[in-house]
């Protein structure tokens, strides 16, 4: 085994999801939602696998479910993409974040990231032989920081992550933050790796701004989304890749030979489910949103410091004076005692910079919240 891997521990989902399993515990850990995703697009999946959707689709996906991303992001971001050299389908948006790492660092170039981040990105970048350089954004309000990206930034940076709507905080990089990463992209001639997996589930009216959009961006973005965020469906696994024609042949090469394909069943349906109309993604957000209301008034009345969550299925706390000695003991407890498994956030800081954030998801039937807010009371 190689030394970058061999030293990983299991990832953090999968480890509190077992032992949710061993605790009998509520799982608010890992993000998958109850809602079992629209029944049609469920349909549309099994009626294709019926009908003989089983062998290896094109290699840069079904060209109904590139042509349905191109029009998706025209309706709903004003992007335009073409989808024959600008859109390709991966297995979801982790092989796509893989393959971009593979096909844009070459050895040594130094990759600017976020902290809190995905658990899978360090890894990649270090595998890929980029060299990490990572700027921690701070609770509540995770803002980019100019001081920082001058800090960060520098002749041999290739790459910027940005994962926005952000996991975990459930924050959205506000207009100016963007447009400040954008000229630090322009200035240092850097391509930004954008993780927009949760750009549908954006909360009270707020609108998720893609970086690719602003003047200067388009030709040096590659933006993932993924299917099993927008339906609720994550074990799925659809995910797609946007990039101009001349990015796209690097990230091409990378598809072809991590995953060549998707199940083609698969995509049809999110080929179909793509047109779906505007309020559709309206009550989407709002059963969501109400959701969200309903495990942070629970637990806002049980006494805990909850952070604003203004995207993604996910909300945070502030376990700083509850008496444990950091996030992590809190959720130890929590699933061992208590009966909940939740997500230390420092999980997500390489360094555990910050250790007083517990991050619950709150995409669960209401009787699932109740029990979980009923065996949180007292903990506060
Ligand atoms: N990036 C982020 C920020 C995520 O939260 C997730 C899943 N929760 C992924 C990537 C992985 O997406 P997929 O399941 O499509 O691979
Ligand atoms: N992205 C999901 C989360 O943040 C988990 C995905 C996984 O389990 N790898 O909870």
Same mark, same amino acid.
């Not at 089983?54 to 991303?69: C, D, F, I, S």
């Not at 999980?347 to 979980?372: E, H, Q, S």
């Given at each position: 085994? @190689?030394?970058?891997?061999? $030293?990983?521990?299991?990832?953090? *989902?999968?480890?509190?999801?077992?032992?949710?399993?061993?605790?009998?515990?509520?799982?608010?850990?890992?993000? *998958?939602?109850?809602?079992?995703?629209?029944?049609?697009?469920?349909?549309?999946? $099994?009626?294709?696998?019926?009908?003989?959707?089983?062998?290896?689709?094109?290699?840069?996906?079904?060209?109904?479910?590139?042509?349905?991303?191109?029009?998706?992001?025209?309706?709903?971001?004003? #992007?335009? +993409?073409?989808?024959?050299?600008?859109?390709?389908?991966?297995?979801? =948006?982790?092989?796509?974040?893989?393959?971009?790492?593979?096909?844009?660092?070459?050895?040594?170039?130094?990759?600017?990231?976020?902290?809190?981040?995905?658990?899978?990105?360090?890894?990649?970048?270090?595998?890929?032989?980029?060299?990490?350089?990572?700027?921690?954004?701070?609770?509540?309000?995770?803002?980019?920081?100019?001081?920082?990206?001058?800090?960060?930034?520098?002749?041999?940076?290739?790459?910027?992550?940005?994962?926005?709507?952000? @996991?975990?905080?459930?924050?959205?990089?506000?207009?100016?933050?963007?447009?400040? +990463?954008?000229?630090?992209?322009?200035? *240092?001639?850097?391509?930004?790796?954008?993780?927009?997996?949760?750009?549908?589930?954006?909360?009270?009216?707020?609108?998720?701004?893609?970086?690719?959009?602003?003047?200067?961006?388009?030709?040096?973005?590659?933006?993932?989304?993924?299917?099993? %965020?927008?339906?609720?469906?994550?074990?799925? %696994?659809?995910?797609?890749?946007?990039?101009?024609?001349?990015?796209?042949?690097?990230? $091409?090469?990378?598809?072809?030979?991590?995953?060549?394909?998707?199940?083609? @069943?698969?995509?049809? =349906?999110?080929?179909?489910? #793509?047109?779906?109309?505007?309020?559709?993604?309206?009550?989407?957000? =709002?059963?969501?949103?109400?959701?969200? /209301?309903?495990?942070?008034?629970?637990?806002?009345?049980?006494?805990?410091?909850?952070?604003?969550?203004?995207?993604?299925?996910?909300?945070?706390?502030?376990?700083?004076? #509850?008496?444990?000695?950091?996030?992590?003991? *809190?959720?130890?407890?929590?699933?061992?005692?208590?009966?909940?498994?939740?997500?230390?956030?420092?999980?997500?800081?390489?360094?555990?910079?910050?250790? @007083?954030?517990?991050?619950?998801?709150? =995409? %669960? /039937?209401?009787?699932?919240?109740?029990?979980?807010?009923?065996?949180?009371?007292?903990?506060?």
């Amino acid at each position: 085994i @190689n030394p970058v891997f061999d $030293a990983l521990p299991t990832t953090v *989902f999968e480890t509190m999801s077992r032992l949710a399993r061993v605790h009998g515990a509520i799982n608010l850990g890992q993000g *998958f939602p109850d809602d079992p995703g629209p029944e049609d697009v469920r349909e549309r999946g $099994a009626r294709a696998l019926r009908d003989g959707w089983n062998q290896y689709p094109p290699m840069m996906g079904l060209p109904a479910l590139r042509e349905a991303v191109a029009a998706h992001y025209a309706r709903h971001q004003g #992007l335009v +993409l073409d989808p024959e050299t600008e859109v390709m389908v991966t297995s979801g =948006a982790t092989e796509a974040l893989a393959g971009a790492l593979l096909a844009l660092i070459e050895p040594g170039d130094e990759v600017v990231l976020f902290a809190p981040m995905y658990d899978a990105y360090l890894p990649l970048v270090r595998r890929a032989g980029g060299v990490p350089r990572i700027v921690a954004l701070q609770p509540p309000a995770f803002r980019l920081d100019e001081a920082a990206l001058a800090e960060a930034f520098g002749a041999r940076t290739r790459v910027v992550v940005l994962n926005n709507p952000l @996991n975990p905080s459930a924050t959205l990089f506000a207009p100016e933050d963007l447009d400040l +990463l954008a000229r630090y992209c322009q200035r *240092f001639d850097v391509t930004a790796l954008c993780d927009e997996v949760w750009e549908h589930v954006v909360f009270d009216g707020a609108r998720h701004r893609p970086l690719m959009a602003l003047p200067g961006m388009r030709e040096r973005t590659v933006k993932i989304g993924s299917a099993g %965020k927008i339906f609720s469906l994550t074990g799925w %696994k659809v995910g797609f890749v946007m990039a101009d024609a001349r990015l796209m042949r690097g990230l $091409a090469k990378a598809h072809q030979f991590l995953t060549f394909t998707t199940p083609p @069943n698969l995509q049809e =349906a999110v080929a179909y489910g #793509l047109g779906k109309p505007a309020p559709w993604f309206e009550a989407m957000r =709002a059963g969501y949103a109400r959701s969200r /209301d309903r495990l942070a008034d629970g637990l806002r009345g049980l006494g805990f410091t909850v952070l604003p969550a203004r995207a993604t299925w996910f909300l945070n706390l502030d376990v700083a004076n #509850l008496g444990y000695a950091d996030d992590a003991a *809190f959720c130890e407890a929590l699933v061992t005692r208590h009966g909940v498994a939740a997500i230390p956030v420092s999980a997500f800081y390489p360094d555990a910079a910050v250790r @007083n954030i517990v991050r619950l998801c709150f =995409a %669960k /039937d209401d009787a699932t919240l109740d029990a979980a807010l009923d065996r949180m009371s007292g903990l506060a």
